[in-house]
C-alpha cells in the first residue's frame, strides 16, 4: 500500500486530515481517500462564516462513480473555502494535501483535538479498509 | 440480444429456494374476490373466431368522433410521422435503452429530446422526462425542500385535483408539510420557512397566470422561496410567454398533448425542466454528449449519475432511475415535425376555437363564463341545466365537457369546456346548438 500520509498531519477515522496552526485548522481528504473516490467532478463547499459541530455534515464530494460527505472534524467556524475547486476539483486528486485544501476553520474546543488521530493510528484505519 | 425466458426446470429450482409450491402463491396478498378466475371466452376457438368475438366485445365502447373534454388529457393531431418513427421495434420493445454501448440511437434522441423541451420552455436545463405531470410537479416539491433545507411547501389552489393528490402523497412520503391555500391568501401563508410556492398555469379552470408577475410578488419578500409552476396542456407554449422568461426555478408539465394518444389515460410523460444553479439537484435520467476516447466522434452517455439512488443511495432527491423513453421520442418527432411554425398554429387555433365557443356560449341566456382570467384552450362555464347540456351533447356524438363536481361537488352546475384544433367547425356548432337545446328541456330543468 503506498498512500502517502504526511507526520506533521492529524486525522480523522473518516478520512479527513487537519494540519493545526494556532486556534485554525486547514482539512482537506487524504490521499486514501481520493484514490478510494476516483476522479473527482465536483466538491459542494460550505458558506463562509458557517458555525457547525464536529462531526456534522460539511460538503459532498462528488466523483463520476461515488459521493463523498465531508465532516467536521472539528466544532467551529468556517473561515475559508478554496474556491479553486470549484473550476478545478481535480486538484483533490493531484494534490490532497496542498493544493487540494478544502476549508480552514477556526475551532471552538481545543479538547476535541485530542480525539483526532495520529498518522500511525490512521495509517491502521486505512490499511484495514483497504 | 434476445430476450431468453425461464424453462420450467429453472422455474421449478427457484420455487424450491424460496419454499413457495406454485407461482399462484406469491399473490397470494391480492384479494381473492379480485382474481379473475377465468376468461370469457371459450377454450379452443380459432384465430378468426377469436378476433370476432374481441371485434364483438369492443363494439360495445361508445367512442365520440368529436371532443369537448380535456381536463388534464387531451386530443390533439399527432402527425403521423411520430407512430411511423417510434413503431420501429428498436424503439417501440427497448427496455431502459440507456447503455451507451448498445443504444446511441436512443441515446441522441433523449438528448435532442432534453434540447428541444429546453429551448421550447426557455428553461436552462430538461431531464429526460419523468413518468408525468403529476409526479413530475410533486419531485419538485422535494426537490425544492431538499435545496432550501425547508420542509413546508404551498400549493396554490388551481392546480389539478388530481395533481395535489399525487403531490400529498409524496409530501407524506417525505415530511414535507403542504398547505394548500388560493392566490389572494398568499401573502398571509408565505414566510421565510417556505421551501417553494407552486401553481398551475394554466389552471384546472383554465386561467392564465403570469409567471413573472408571480415570481415577483413572492421573491421580492422571500427571495430564497422556490417557484414552480406545473401546466397539463403544453402545446399553449407556442403562443405563451415560456416559463423560462418568469424567473420560475422550475418548471414542469404534462407532455401527452406532444404526440402521445390520450389511450385510456396514459401512458404521460413527465416534462421536469429547472435553472441550471440546480442541475446536481433535479431528478431524473440525464443524457450528455461527449467524444469518443480514441477517435473524434460524438456520443451520447448518461451523465452526472452521482445525483441517483444507486449512488447516493439515501441521500439522493428520488429513486426514478428511468424515463418515458418511448413517449419522449413521441414529442421530440411531434415537436421536430411541427416546428416552430407548426406549434404555433396549434396553439393559435387552439386559442381561437376556444375563444369562439367561449363567446358564443355566453351569449345563451342562463350560462355564465366563469373565468376572471385570461383563458388558453379550456373555461368554465355555469350551466341552467347541466343534465341537459351533457345529454345533448351525447345525443349529437360530442363527448361532453367535464362535470367539475366530480372533483369540486359544490360546483354543481359547472362545465369544463375545452376546445383544442381537432374541433371541427361542424363539431362546435352541434356542441352551441346542444347548449341552447338543454334550456329548453323542462323536465331536465326540475332535476
Redesign the interface.
Known sequence: MDYEFPDNLKYTKTHEWLRIEDNTATVGITDFAQRQLGDIVYIELPEKGAILEKQSSVGEIESVKAVGELLMPLSGKIIEVNSNLVDNPELVNSSPYGPGWILKLEYTNELEINDLFSVEDYKRIAEEEN | MDFISHDEKTIAEMLKIINVSEIDDLFQDIPKDLIIKSLNISDGMSEPDVLNKMREYGKKNKIYPHSFLGAGCYYHYIPSLVDFVISRSEFYTSYTPYQAEASQGYLQAIYEYQSIISRLTEMEIANASMYDGSTSLAEAAIMASIITGKNQVILLEGVHPEYIEVVKTYCWGQNIELKITSENKLNDVLNEDIAAVMFQSPNFFGDITDGLVMSNKVKEKYPNCLLIQCMTDPTCLGLLKPPGKTNIDIFVAEGQSFGIDPSFGGPGLGIFTAKKKFL?KIPGRLVGKTKEINGDRDGFLLTL??REQH??RE?ASSNICTNQALCSLSALIYLVSLGKTGLREIATQNFQKAHYVKNAIALIPGYEILNKKPTYNEFIVRCPNINGLIRECKKMNLLPPLQVSTYYPEMSDVVLVCVTELNSSSSIEKFIKAAKLAINNEEERAD
Open positions: 446536481r449519475q452521482a449512488i447516493r441521500k
